[in-house]
């Protein structure tokens, strides 16, 4: 078996994975070799014992199967295990991966609770979580109850991998403070989390020069995470910070959350036309609702990469699933092209195109107040979307890919914008009634004369605010 050559910063990062410590992170910068290396591990340890089983997770499903299985994998096993995947056996069912000695390594997402539970009723010898500052913590508590499979040969490790996000993030304080990210007190056997930076000038001989340029003339901000792995302070200039979001927080218990006065699903479109589309950015769809408490709450992160017809369909389900208002898209980019795609699934589909006439963060700056002011919350864990958020700056975007997540959440907040800043109702107030519209009443014009046009319920809010 051919072995994959590595360079000397890999190598030294290969003898901390083997190290005595049952949990070991790799951080640093962009295209460093991370993933490579890790994936690289969890394929060795499966090949020392027998009929052992392994987990690889990511936040959502889409991504790991994109970036892991399609990418990474068949990378790894091509250099580093010559001839393994022609007599292994990838499962494109339930994803999981079967080696000749019997061993499994299984593909996961933590968003998808279905999915999730199936592989979290498993005991693994080996957890990899991928992309960490994407992945919630209390999602990585309830994997880590399954890092329990006895083998006679391996210990327990749980493996981790992320571009180094704030310094409040758990990451940095498990493996850097070596805290507990929950109670913030210090861990009692700190020798057992291990921490490696590894950045993209390490690996130098595998990536193209122009790479390198590429990350090196990117704002202050992103250079120091993407091409130096280093952990930000909470930027003066960022319009929303990672402590925020946590605070406002709303993890949806019964009882917790308000009625919803109004939903709204709003779109930022792109010219993706499915999910192998790399060079296009992704379809941004956030579903958001105003509460009776008059503040705002976002439902859904459906972004992702989807072709016309499954990008309707999402909007669509998404629509009756939330007994939604109206949905809106930016015409900027394809208004009329969404009304149509979307129309084209369901005629009676109520849209309403927006425009923008703003840059993203002159657009960004009020509903980021609105953040600040605690009347918005996230209910649930939406990370992509919040990475893109925390990189918006007053004097600009810093992430890596467009913020087409963020933007999404923008247009929705924008639409319920007006109502969301009406006073606080009484603590007894109950919605008013759903008003219809009488298509047929007749307005008066500036000078009382009879007009024929019609006088709707969004005409009258828009004229209140």
């Known amino acids: 078996m051919t072995e994959f050559e590595l360079t000397t910063a890999q190598d030294k990062a290969m003898d901390v994975l083997i190290s005595d410590a049952s949990h070991i ?39 790991i199967k994109a970036t892991i299985i399609r ?42 609770k279905e999915r999730a539970e199936k592989i979290l009723g498993m005991e693994f010898a080996t957890i990899y979580f991928n992309e960490c500052s994407q992945i919630p913590w209390q999602s990585v508590i309830l994997a880590l109850t399954r890092l329990a499979q006895k083998t006679d040969c391996l210990n327990l490790k749980a493996y981790y991998d992320f571009n180094p996000p704030s310094k409040k993030h758990w990451t ?8 507990n990210p929950e109670t913030k007190q210090p861990e009692k056997n700190p020798f057992d989390f291990g921490f490696y930076l590894i950045n993209p000038g390490d690996n130098i001989d595998n990536l193209d020069p122009k790479y390198i340029s590429f990350l090196d003339g990117l704002p202050e901000k992103a250079r120091n995470r993407f091409l130096l792995g280093r952990f930000a302070d909470d930027s003066d200039g960022q319009l929303w910070t990672e402590e925020c979001l946590a605070t406002n927080r709303r993890l949806g218990q019964e009882g917790t959350l308000p009625q919803w006065l109004r939903v709204v699903i709003a779109v930022d479109p792109s010219g993706c036309s499915g999910d192998e589309d790399y060079r296009s950015d992704e379809i941004g769809i956030v579903v958001a609702a105003l ?14 990469r989807y072709s016309p017809e499954q990008w309707a369909d999402i909007v669509n389900e998404a ?17 009329d092209m969404v009304r149509a795609v979307l129309q084209a699934k369901n ?19 009020p509903i980021a107040a609105l953040d600040e002011l605690g009347k918005v919350h996230h209910v649930g864990y939406f990370p992509e979307m919040e990475d893109q958020m925390v990189a918006m700056l007053t004097g600009g975007y810093v992430g890596l890919k467009s913020p087409d997540r963020a933007d999404a959440r923008i247009w929705a907040l924008t639409e319920l914008f007006p109502s969301m800043t009406r006073k606080a109702k009484d603590a007894n107030w109950t919605p008013p009634a759903k008003i219809t519209a009488d298509r047929s009443a007749k307005r008066f014009d500036s000078g009382g004369k009879k007009t024929n046009r019609s006088a709707s319920r969004f005409d009258k809010i828009s004229r209140k605010w």
């Open 347 to 365: 005629p009676d589909l109520p849209y309403q195109h927006v425009i923008a006439t703003r840059g993203k963060i002159v657009r960004a700056e």
């Open 319 to 335: 629509y009756e699933r939330h007994q939604a208002d109206r949905v809106v898209g930016e015409k900027n980019f394809g208004g």
């Open 71 to 112: 990418d990474t994998l068949p990378k790894v096993m091509s250099l580093c295990f010559p001839g393994l995947m022609q007599n292994s056996n990838l499962d494109k069912t339930d994803w999981f991966l079967t080696l000749p000695n019997g061993s499994e390594v299984w593909f996961g997402g933590l968003d998808d």
């Open 25 to 63: 992170a790799l951080g640093g910068g962009s295209r460093s070799g991370k993933t490579f290396l890790l994936v690289r591990a969890v394929i060795l340890r499966a090949l020392r014992a027998k009929e052992s089983r392994h987990a690889i997770f990511r936040y959502r499903f889409n991504a």
């Open 172 to 179: 940095f304080l498990r493996f850097v403070e070596k805290r």
């Open 291 to 304: 509460g009776t408490d008059s503040h705002g709450y976002i439902l859904e992160d459906l972004s992702g």
